[in-house]
């Protein structure tokens, strides 16, 4: 096995111990698209471009991953819009 190889395979086996979480963000029919943009560029500290297509597709597709990582950094922020009164579930 060439050195090269053995890097590859030790690079993939670390890719896959680390489990990353989601936040996923549900369609509703009460908070406007505005609100929902503002949310998620203050809770996940997206931009405003990716916070507009996170909202336009969870409109049209009924929900998005909006934010991945740890589950540490996930959870408080799943909690923010929750108490914000958007739709999410972290996975």
């Known amino acids: 096995m060439s050195t090269k190889e053995k890097i590859q395979e030790d690079v993939a086996v670390l890719e896959?111990?680390?489990?990353?979480?989601?936040?996923?963000?549900?369609?509703?029919?009460?908070?406007?698209?505005?609100?929902?943009?503002?949310?998620?560029?203050?809770?996940?500290?997206?931009?405003?471009?990716?916070?507009?297509?996170?909202?336009?597709?969870?409109?049209?597709?009924?929900?998005?991953?909006?934010?991945?990582?740890e589950l540490k950094d996930l959870k408080p922020r799943c909690s923010k819009l929750l108490q914000l009164g958007l739709s999410a579930e972290l996975i």
Not at 60 to 69: I, P
Request: with cysteine.
């Open 16 to 69: 896959q111990e680390t489990f990353q979480h989601e936040i996923v963000l549900h369609n509703d029919d009460v908070n406007t698209f505005d609100f929902v943009i503002d949310s998620l560029v203050s809770v996940c500290e997206h931009t405003f471009e990716q916070a507009e297509q996170c909202a336009t597709l969870v409109h049209y597709k009924g929900k998005c991953t909006v934010k991945s990582g």
